[in-house]
């Protein structure tokens, strides 16, 4: 958990969730925290894991939250411990990635969640939109703008605004922004390009918003879909997503039978085209509440008390516990 990401605390939320909930009967469990520049891999403990109280507290600090350390390595090779499975809890680049992946794959270590390639396939924006363009698979009209190369041709391709504006290879809505007019699309992209060299600028499309997890390796089943309504944002941004009182979640969402097989068609197809492993959740815009927009997946869904597949894991009917057995057993599969 933790590691070199703006989704650094998020990790170390989603973590502390899956090492209070893993059955320390069936695991011996070894939580390591990655520092924020990657130079400290801290092995810690539940207990302290379970001291640093919020850890969003220190979003803006540039310093790592205070840990008691059982251990302090370098690198993976020092770390002495031989598991049977990796479990990741990382968001973001240099977790969500397939960086970390790689590094596991050449040490010989199974790891939970998608391989290199899927990993990296989720997390690029743009990569993921041309495979789900080459599919005929719908998804919004877009623009894709590099760093500094403002231009009024985003009419072109999107037409009018407002915009949707997010950086190409980020996750839990960082540096994502509304733009209603082409002052605050430069703004906007400004914004974008603090953590991308590349931002993509979406027509902005009005409608019910879902997210549908998906469990399996080479038989993946959709879980029930999660109806998302932020009550203070116009989207489900950061705030939204990690605050109870910011966004209301419904399951199952309230739209007809066949919209949700749809959906949840749609949401496996999109795991097995990308070659995803164990779990992941495909998010969607239901445009007029009627036609699904695929909007990104996340191979490494969040962890954390607020996250959506954990909701929608026990609306199927899937403890907390038993949803991690369910991953850790697809990795060692």
Not at 68 to 92: C, R, T
Not at 116 to 123: E, K, P, Y
Not at 222 to 235: C, Q, R
Not at 252 to 262: S, W
């Amino acid at each position: 958990m933790g590691g070199r990401s703006s989704e650094h605390e998020i990790s170390i939320i989603s973590g502390r969730e899956v090492v209070n909930n893993l059955d320390s009967s069936n695991y011996n469990i070894f939580p390591i925290v990655i520092s924020r520049n990657g130079d400290r891999w801290i092995l810690t403990s539940k207990a302290s894991l379970n001291l640093i109280g919020d850890p969003i507290n220190h979003r803006n600090e540039n310093k790592d939250v205070g840990l008691v350390a059982k251990e302090e390595y370098k690198s993976l090779s020092n770390i002495q411990i031989d598991p049977d499975v990796v479990f990741i809890a990382m968001h973001g680049p240099f977790g969500e990635d397939g960086t970390i992946q790689g590094m596991l794959e050449l040490a010989g270590f199974k790891y939970t969640g998608s391989g290199v390639l899927a990993s990296a396939l989720g997390m690029d924006k743009l990569m993921f939109r041309k495979i789900m363009e080459g599919e005929n698979l719908p998804i919004p009209k877009y623009a894709v703008l590099k760093r500094g190369d403002f231009s009024e041709s985003v009419r072109k391709f999107v037409g009018e605004p407002p915009y949707l504006v997010k950086p190409n290879d980020q996750g839990s809505s960082v540096g994502v922004s509304i733009a209603n007019n082409l002052v605050e699309l430069k703004r906007s992209l400004n914004v974008a390009w603090k953590y991308s060299s590349i931002a993509l600028v979406d027509e902005y499309v009005k409608g019910v918003e879902v997210t549908c997890g998906v469990l399996g390796n080479d038989k993946p089943f959709a879980l029930p879909l999660v109806e998302i309504i932020p009550k203070e944002s116009a989207f489900f941004d950061y705030e939204s997503k990690y605050s109870e009182s910011r966004s209301e979640e419904i399951i199952p969402a309230r739209i007809g039978r066949n919209l949700t097989k749809i959906v949840q068609k749609i949401a496996v197809n999109v795991h097995s085209l990308l070659g995803c492993k164990g779990f992941s959740r495909v998010d969607f815009i239901l445009k007029n509440g009627n036609d699904p927009y695929i909007l990104e997946i996340n191979t490494i869904p969040g962890l954390t008390p607020m996250s959506l597949l954990p909701k929608a894991a026990k609306a199927y009917g899937l403890s907390y516990p038993k949803l991690l057995d369910k991953i850790i057993s697809y990795a060692i599969k």
